[in-house]
Structure formats: C-alpha cells, structure tokens
C-alpha cells in the first residue's frame, strides 16, 4: 500500500492504538510521558509519533482543528489498520457548575458540524465505544479524578455559538462543546474502530468565560495544567485496551 496522501504513513507503521490530540504540539506534550518516542511523519497540521508508555507500544498522531480535518486522519489511521483511537482535547462547557480544568468523558456527540452529513443521515448515532468509554471512566476513579461523564456537541462554528444555540444546548443536557468528536464517533463506528474521547474543560460559554475571551493565552493556566491530568488517564486507559 502507498503511503497515506495526508498523515504520509503506511500499513504496519503504526500501534493498533492511536491517542489523536487536535494540537500537533499536543503531540510532543503527551510523548513526554512516554519512553522510545520516533517520529513517523509530519504533514501541515498532522504529526505522528510512535511511543511506548508502561511497556504498551501506541501511537500519538494530531487530527488539526474541527472535523473535515479529523476525518482525513482517521480515515488514513484506520487504512493502515488502526483498530483503537482515543481523543484528548479540549472543550467548552455547557452547564453551570463545570469549571476550567475539569475534564469530560463523552459518551456521545451531537453533530453540530457538515462533515458526517456527508457519510450518513444525522439520525445515526455518533456514540463512543463502550470499552474505550468505561476504560477511560474507570481509569479516571482508579486515580482519584472527578470527571464528568455524558453527551456532548461537536460543532463547526467556533465564532457563531449564539446564546440561542448556547440555551438550547444547556436545556438538552449537553456537557461541553467541540470540534472533532462527532466525525470520530461516527468514522469509527463506520470504519470498524474503536473510538472514546476525554476532554478537558477551557471555558464555560454559559457562564461567559469562552476560550480566548480572556487576555490569557488560547489556554488559561488552569486548564493548560489540568491537560496533563486527562493525559494520564488516557495513558493509563491505554495500557488496558
């Protein structure tokens, strides 16, 4: 098989099990936990590196922002035989009462976002696995962190989150929003892949305290140090599945 056209990696390259930040930096961030890191490709806003973490042998590769971006690279992650990936992000929480820092679970995603429109009507699910989605719960009570676990929205329009549509998501329950989960959950599923995702909270759009409405960086300090709890536990998860 050629190389894939984006993430410009090839069938036996890889683990069977990806973590895929959005952040190509994220990348670098997440390997430092790690021992025996080789960087496979770099390709725009893809970075692919090999690690091991706990003597399991994975993967770390960035998705790039939003979902027509992730659904490039999971398309090429599950050609070349990928068969576990798990998000770590960042999201925007929709109820009162989740701070800055806090990490989210998801156990489905609204599709807010053109991508999956394209693959299948809006009425099929876009659910994370349930192994990944528990794994990652179970992982996160084994090392005594609090997260919220339930549905949340991937959306496309990062700049047009109205207060109508910011109301309409706290009324239904919907934890935080994003940008990538909705396109995993769905290509995973249609791909035969195993896909969860744990995210951690950089704003509260219902409280008013969105990302980059600060004059903090893109992160605000807590939530840039609270990153590296939910990478732990996708790490920890890792070595289970």
């Known amino acids: 098989m050629l190389k894939q056209s984006h993430l ?9 099990l990806v973590l895929t930040p959005g952040d190509p930096d994220r990348v670098d961030r997440i390997a430092s936990y ?3 890191v080789e960087t496979v490709a770099t390709n725009r806003e893809y970075k692919v590196v090999n690690a091991t973490y706990e003597g399991r042998q994975l993967t770390i590769a960035s998705t790039g922002i939003g979902s027509p971006s992730a659904a490039i690279a999971i398309e090429e992650l599950a050609n070349v035989g990928v068969e576990t990936l798990i998000r770590v992000g960042t999201t925007g929480g929709l109820q009162r009462g989740i701070e800055i820092g806090d990490m989210v679970v998801a156990t489905a ?4 976002e053109g ?3 394209r693959y299948e009507a ?10 990944v989605l528990s794994t990652l719960v179970d992982t996160a009570q084994a090392n005594d962190e609090a997260v919220h676990v339930g549905p949340i929205a991937t959306d496309d329009a990062f700049y047009n989150e109205t207060e ?7 009324e239904a329950g919907i934890l935080s929003v994003e940008m990538e989960a909705s396109a995993l959950f769905t290509l995973a599923r249609r791909r035969g892949v195993r896909a969860g995702a744990i995210c951690t909270v950089d704003g509260n759009l219902v409280e008013g305290t969105q990302k980059g409405a600060t004059d903090e960086r893109e992160l605000p300090d807590k939530a840039k140090n609270n990153v590296g709890r939910a990478i732990e536990i996708a790490l920890d998860a890792a070595t289970q599945l």
Do not use: G, H
């Not at 995603?109 to 807010?112: L, P, Q």
């Not at 109508?164 to 706290?170: D, F, M």
């Open 8 to 16: 410009q990696i090839e069938m036996d390259q890889l683990s069977d």
């Open 34 to 36: 790690c021992r025996n």
């Open 109 to 112: 995603a609204a599709k807010n």
């Open 115 to 117: 991508t999956s429109d």
């Open 122 to 131: 809006a009425e099929f699910p876009a659910v994370a696995d349930y192994d």
């Open 164 to 170: 109508e549509i910011i109301t309409t998501w706290e």
